[in-house]
């Protein structure tokens, strides 16, 4: 079975550099969502989108911004990358009317 | 507003030993109660989720779950340990479908032989 995928898996970026993370959800998941998890802590919702309109916010910096595109794939951009920004980001998928998310293998950002 | 609370951020038990993960929770709302489980630098893999109807969930690899809203918990428990159970669980709560996952801190599994 198909799975979400997230581009790439491993990324390692300067301090003020950008970043672009890229999911793509399974085929037919109108609902995609961002986790943030960082060392040896639990994921932090960041950001939601339902039908390419963001549904719900989290904790997510005024420097990250993401959106979905008519494909339904999404993409999380983060500016002025800072040291702390270094974590494990998910992407989850699910049909609107189910209650069940599935995850991608993550992106691993490592900022030096 | 949800939280959960995952008491014992480690657990260790022998292999063929019962497995119990505490997990409660606060919710505004009637929750949504999920387990995951993360294999180290992997994704989070779903073992059981309860929503309505029935309050014993069974998962996969052998993981049961039981809701209980007096307690407000969603205990996960296995009855033999195998090795291959270690990992880290995590326990979330939603308030619906299509809602964020709101996650406890994780409990650390390790399996003696």
């Known amino acids: 079975a198909a799975g979400v995928i997230q581009s790439p898996r491993h990324l390692i970026k300067e301090k003020r550099e950008t970043a672009t993370l890229k999911c793509y959800p399974i085929p037919r998941h109108d609902t995609v969502y961002w986790y943030q998890q960082g060392p040896g802590q639990d994921p932090q919702f960041l950001i939601s989108?339902?039908?390419?309109?963001?549904?719900d916010k989290g904790s997510i910096p005024d420097r990250f911004s993401a959106q979905q595109f008519s494909d339904y794939h999404s993409e999380l951009n983060m500016s002025s990358l800072e040291l702390g920004d270094s974590a494990l980001y998910f992407c989850?998928?699910?049909?609107?009317?189910?209650?069940?998310?599935?995850f991608g293998p993550g992106t691993r950002l490592t900022v030096l | 507003a949800q939280s959960v609370t995952q008491l014992g951020s480690h657990v260790s038990v022998s292999e063929g030993a019962l497995v119990l993960l505490r997990c409660n929770y606060s919710?505004?709302?009637?929750?949504?109660l999920f387990w995951y489980v993360q294999y180290p630098n992997q994704g989070l893999q779903l073992l059981l989720k309860y929503t309505t109807g029935a309050t014993l969930v069974k998962g996969i690899n052998g993981f049961e779950a039981e809701f209980k809203k007096s307690e407000t918990s969603f205990h996960l428990t296995k009855p033999s340990a195998h090795m291959s159970d270690a990992a880290e669980y995590f326990c979330a709560v939603s308030v619906g479908s299509g809602s964020r996952l709101t996650f406890g801190e994780g409990t650390q599994l390790t399996v003696n032989p």
């Open positions: 919710s505004s709302v009637p929750p949504y």
């Open positions: 989850a998928s699910s049909v609107s009317s189910g209650s069940e998310q599935f």
């Open positions: 989108f339902y039908e390419k309109m963001q549904s």
